[in-house]
Structure formats: C-alpha cells, structure tokens
C-alpha cells in the first residue's frame, strides 16, 4: 500500500509548481495567492492547513462553510473567499462569513450585497464557455455590471475578474479561457485574476493569475457524502 502524502508535503510540491510556473513566466512568486479549496473537507482540515501556514481559504457553498464556521474563530489571519455561485437571498449570510466574493455576476446581486452596509471586496465572474452549469456574467454584460459596482454600490471594492473554464484534463484546453480573461482584466484595468485551478495552475500563472484555487492537489480528492 502507498503511504499517504502529508499535507505538508502536499503543499510543498504546490508550492513548487507556482514557483516554477511563475519563474517561468518572469513573475515574482508574490503576485500570486493560493487559495485553498476547502469545500467538503471539515474545520479540521481547514485549522491543520492553517497550522502548516495557508492563510487563502476558498468555499463554494454558504450553507456548509457557515456550519464549520465556529470553530474557526481563533484563525486570526485566515481570509475566506466564497467562489461557488451566490444567490442574492443569501447576501447577508455571506457577507458575514468572507472577506472576498469571487463570483458576483448580476447587478441584482452586487446591489443586495451593498445594501447589507459591510465593507466587501469583490470580483465578477464571467462566463467564457457555453455550458449551462456554468455562472457568470457574459462578457458583454461587463461594462454595465462594473458601472454599477463603481458608482451605486459603495459598500463594495471591486478588484478583479475570475473564471472557471470548461472541465478539461489537458491543462493546454483551458489555456485560451485564460487569455480571454486576462484580456477583459487589461480593457476593464481591473488588476486581480482569479483562475486556475490543481491540473492547470501553471497555465493559468503563465497568462497572468494574481488567485489560483487549488483543492485536490493539496487536499486528495474531496470525502464523499455519507449514505
């Protein structure tokens, strides 16, 4: 039987790949934040990762993170980014459970999140592929999407676009996806790039990711529901 990697060493072979990617893209490894996803995986895990010196935390689900929530309190400098799809009636649970919401893709939604009265920051999440299960806004609904953060919302800080491209094992398929979002980030001068994820983290740093949001390859795969 093959021993178990360590999360330690699970983290340092992540570790590895962002510094080499980054070397090779003539970027500097600190304009590069992992963000570690933890959806489906206990408190526990998220105290161990912290405790081996992982700070980005990234959940996909409002309901779930908010149960593991409370024993979480003493990670003092832990920041939680929500990058699963929000519904606006949830607003208010989520701004009081992260620091960043990566997936704001409607007005309505940036609107409810400003009105809660809580300092955010932000990013939209767009839409590159045509795949229904996909969220985010189009591409063209960005200009009236970003006008609305900038001059009716306040409360929130927009930083940045993020993407999650169509599922593809060869981390070359997802590349294009990339370069179109980083391509929207220069038009928009918007400096954040969330995207990128444990197969394709190198291609998305070598087009200009500021987040990555890696999971699996830190974690192994995600613990199954109970019957």
Same mark, same amino acid.
């Given at each position: @039987? @093959? ?42 895990? &998220?105290?161990?990762? =912290? ?9 996909? =689900?409002?309901?779930?993170? +908010? ?13 939680? #980014? ?5 519904? %606006? ?33 932000? @990013? ?37 676009? /993020? ?10 398929? !997802? ?6 979002? +980083?391509?929207? +980030?220069? &038009? #928009? ?7 990128? /994820?444990?197969?394709?983290?190198? +291609? ?5 990711? !500021? ?14 529901? %109970?019957?």
């Amino acid at each position: @039987m @093959m021993a178990r990697v360590s999360l330690p060493e699970r983290i340092h072979q992540v570790e590895h790949r962002i510094q080499t990617a980054a070397r090779r893209a003539g970027r500097a490894r600190d304009q590069i934040t992992l963000v570690a996803v933890t959806k489906k995986f206990s408190a526990a895990v &998220i105290c161990e990762a =912290y405790s081996c010196g992982l700070r980005v935390f990234g959940e996909n =689900y409002v309901q779930e993170f +908010a149960e593991k929530r409370p024993p979480l309190s003493g990670l003092a400098a832990a920041q939680f #980014h929500l990058i699963g799809h929000l519904q %606006s009636n949830k607003a208010r649970q989520a701004v009081e459970l992260f620091q960043v919401i990566e997936t704001v893709d409607s007005e309505r939604l940036a609107r409810r999140l400003n009105e809660t009265g809580t300092p955010l920051e932000v @990013m939209i999440e767009v839409k590159l592929s045509p795949e229904g299960t996909k969220a985010g806004a189009a591409p063209e609904e960005l200009p009236g999407l970003i006008d609305t953060i900038l001059h009716a919302c306040p409360n929130l800080r927009l930083t940045g676009l /993020m993407t999650m491209p169509p599922w593809n094992p060869e981390p070359e398929a !997802t590349r294009p996806f990339f370069r179109s979002l +980083a391509e929207l +980030a220069r &038009i #928009h001068k918007l400096p954040k790039l969330s995207m990128g /994820m444990s197969h394709d983290l190198e +291609a998305a740093i070598e087009e200009g990711a !500021t987040h990555i949001r890696v999971g699996t390859a830190l974690f192994g795969p995600r613990p199954k529901a %109970s019957a």
